[in-house]
């Protein structure tokens, strides 16, 4: 399957070609992969977003549970300096 996108514009045009000579591919593959991570899915190079899943997915009291929890991973003990 294939697709246009219309009206790319300089800037966007001459990033996507400096990543893909960065990356030794072309831009098609680079614009195929970077559709792919964007979306969570595999690369032909087998990349994947593998927490994309959890994005969002807790709600707030939960969210709020676990910084509580995390409250005291936070503290800095000057003794473990020394």
């Given amino acids: 399957m294939s697709f246009t996108i219309h009206d790319i514009d300089k800037k966007l045009d ?3 070609s400096q990543r893909a ?10 614009v195929k992969d ?3 991570q964007a ?3 595999p690369t032909e190079d087998g990349l994947t977003d593998d927490y994309g899943e959890f994005c969002g997915v807790w ?4 969210a709020k549970e676990f ?3 995390q409250a005291d991973n936070r503290k800095t003990d000057p003794r473990d300096w020394k």
Avoid: F
């Fill in 14 to 16: 001459a990033r996507l």
């Fill in 21 to 30: 000579r960065m990356s030794g591919k072309s831009k098609n593959k680079l």
């Fill in 34 to 36: 970077i559709l792919a």
């Fill in 39 to 41: 979306l969570g899915l």
């Fill in 59 to 62: 709600t707030e009291a939960e």
């Fill in 67 to 69: 910084e509580d929890i």
